[in-house]
């Protein structure tokens, strides 16, 4: 039983800051790579930040740079995204995914090579 447990979600002003965290439950934590992605209305999910278990690379898309990091602490079975300057058009609903990183040559930036998933958090910023 894998359970990934998303919270940290809310309703902020643009240039606010959110903190997400994402807690597994059920698997080997540092063996997996960890995924954000977001999905808003009419639009396809993408992937935000994702960090590797074993070599800790990360990958943002290009819009989030310099305004989001991706951490992680093995001890807690918990990855953060720290969200800074928020904007408007990022209102989504955000996920976190799992997948094993040695499945994975380099760091996974696609929903389809995810294996687990959780409930996503709703992340609303107002103008």
């Known amino acids: 039983e894998v359970q990934l447990q998303a919270s940290g979600g809310g309703l902020v002003q643009a240039g606010g800051s959110l903190r997400l965290s994402c807690v597994a439950s059920g698997l080997s934590f540092d063996e997996y790579a960890i995924g954000w992605f977001r999905q808003a209305p009419g639009k396809e999910r993408e992937g935000v930040s994702c960090?590797?278990?074993?070599?800790?690379?990360?990958y943002h898309v290009d819009s989030v740079k310099g305004r989001f990091t991706i951490s992680r602490d093995n001890a807690k079975n918990t990855v953060y995204l720290q969200m800074n300057n928020l904007n408007p058009e990022e209102t989504a609903v955000y996920y976190c995914?799992?997948?094993?990183?040695?499945?994975?040559?380099?760091?996974?930036?696609?929903?389809?090579?995810?294996?687990?998933w959780g409930r996503g958090t709703q992340v609303t910023v107002s103008s």
């Open positions: 960090i590797r278990s074993d070599d800790g690379n990360t």
């Open positions: 995914a799992a997948v094993p990183s040695i499945l994975t040559a380099v760091v996974p930036t696609t929903p389809s090579q995810y294996y687990y």
